[in-house]
């Protein structure tokens, strides 16, 4: 925390929160190998050829920025909010942001949770005696002490639940195993089963980790307790474990016994991380991008979303060392608290009040940084249910001004050949930029093959060799160039309004 208060100078007024839903259109079901739409050259990709080759080649020699992901992984290392190894990232992002020479480096102070895990652990003790492989789920609340024994309720989903009669669920520990649907699913389970089982009188609910690798690796991750229902402890199993309580279960009764000491401590002080270059013809208007400084509190938060940071940090920088100047400003920003309230969103969308129609476009790096196949684009016809295949210019409902913005962003990604991500999907946005994005602003993201994401996604294996620092330049690469043309181009990308709920 030392020096933090120095740097915290600006303050947050006004306007009411905002709920954010994250569009993770760019982490489809694996094996979801939608195709994008292949990019047009036009008169973008004329106009821009000559600077976008010199990004596209200082970024693939450029090993600065992966060097900065290496010292925050393995220095820093995991920065759950309200840690003090968060506070020591976002001084050292500001520290950062300040050596590379950007402009108006600041962290905006923002008061996040302080969820602590304490001790935990899970065992089945009938019909066979053994310790389960478990991640207590972040935000819940703990066991009584000496922890709950019960017997388990197992459930393929919230159908079979909800019609089972209460005296089946009334103190059960719920188990639920969805299957891998991706993560759209996986995480419905994961944020909503506590308090469907609560509902219904259970005691505790487990959930199979959302992932597709089964390698007995507990995935962790937030729950959202419905206040209307009683909070009860939830924690999320192994792969393994919990299919072998699925089998057990359907011979006859299964015990489980779970100890978590989880709990809620007094909020805290933090920051988003925030530099500029500074537009030369049009300061005001702003270009915004970057991705979650915060992690859980397992591994090192190195896809998530350290590469994210790391990424559109860098893709920043090399703009400012090849000394191109941009017509408008562009943003680098670290949001805080993504993983556990989102409160780093809510409070840049609070200081931008009512100058939000200065934000031109906003782009977040959050689904890792795999080799990148182009940008999604949108907030209309993307989103998680976007059918597969599906072009947003195809897509009913489109206006006319939607229309030629993705035309737009095909001419810019034709500037991506180069680098293999020359593509255009649907979708694009993030839950930090949610709470802007849903007041129009232009949401982007970056679009990778997605090959193994959700293998390390909040688990103690989320470390940097996870991270191939050539498919990280790449996302530097396509990062900068698409910052620069659409931070120095004439006219601008449109987003779409609308109601995001978290
Ligand atoms: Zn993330």
New binding site residues.
């Given amino acids: 925390m030392k020096c933090l208060t120095a740097r915290l100078a600006v303050g947050i007024t006004g306007a009411a929160m905002m709920a954010a839903t994250p569009l993770y259109s760019q982490m489809g079901a694996p094996g979801s190998e939608r195709a994008g739409m292949p990019a047009v050259a036009g008169p973008l990709a004329a106009k821009y050829k000559t600077d976008a080759d010199r990004i596209l080649t200082a970024a693939m020699a450029d090993n600065d920025g992966y060097a900065a992901l290496t010292y925050l992984c393995d220095h820093v290392g995991k920065r759950l909010s309200g840690t003090p190894q968060l506070n020591t990232a976002v001084e050292w992002g500001a520290d950062l942001m300040t050596k590379a020479g950007l402009q108006n480096v600041q962290v905006q102070p923002v008061m996040v949770p302080r969820w602590v895990r304490g001790n935990e652990s899970a065992a089945l003790v009938g019909p066979v005696a053994k310790p389960l492989h478990m991640l207590g789920l972040g935000m819940s609340v703990g066991t009584p002490k000496g922890g709950i024994t019960a017997e388990v309720l197992f459930v393929p989903d919230f159908a079979t639940l909800d019609a089972l009669p209460s005296d089946r669920v009334k103190g059960k520990i719920v188990v639920f195993n969805p299957g891998w649907h991706g993560y759209g699913v996986g995480s419905m389970y994961r944020t909503g089963g506590t308090s469907r089982a609560a509902a219904r009188g259970a005691v505790a609910m487990l959930v199979r980790s959302a992932t597709g690798l089964v390698m007995q690796t507990p995935h962790t991750g937030t729950l959202r307790y419905d206040e209307k229902q009683p909070k009860i402890p939830a924690a999320a199993l192994s792969v393994e474990d919990a299919l072998l309580i699925e089998r057990l279960a359907k011979e006859g009764p299964v015990k489980v016994h779970l100890e978590m000491d989880a709990h809620m401590e007094a909020d805290v002080q933090a920051g988003n991380v925030m530099g500029e270059i500074v537009g030369s013809e049009h300061p005001e208007q702003v270009v915004v991008l970057g991705g979650?400084i915060d992690s859980w509190d397992v591994g090192q938060g190195a896809q998530?979303?350290g590469g994210?940071i790391m990424a559109t940090f860098e893709a920043v920088s090399l703009i400012h060392k090849l000394g191109l100047k941009p017509k408008r400003t562009i943003r680098i920003v670290f949001w805080v608290n993504?993983?556990n309230g989102g409160a780093g969103g809510k409070a840049y969308r609070k200081w931008i009040g009512n100058k939000i129609g200065d934000q031109v476009a906003a782009i977040e790096m959050?689904g890792g940084a795999e080799k990148p196949l182009g940008m999604g684009y949108g907030g209309f016809g993307g989103g998680r249910r976007q059918a597969a295949g599906a072009a947003p210019a195809e897509a009913p409902g489109l206006s006319e001004a939607e229309k030629q913005s993705v035309a737009t962003m095909r001419d810019i990604a034709a500037l991506l050949a180069p680098i293999g991500a020359d593509t255009v999907s649907p979708g694009g946005g993030g839950s930090d930029i949610g709470p802007i994005t849903a007041d129009g602003v232009a949401a982007l993201s970056p679009r990778t093959v997605g090959e193994h994401y959700f293998d390390w996604h909040h688990t103690e294996a989320d470390t940097l060799d996870k991270v191939d620092p050539d498919s990280f330049k790449r996302n530097t690469a396509m990062l900068s160039v698409v910052a620069y043309v659409l931070a120095d181009m004439d006219g601008r990308l449109v987003g779409r309004k609308s109601v995001f709920s978290e």
């Fill in positions: 979650h998530d979303d994210g993504e993983e959050d």
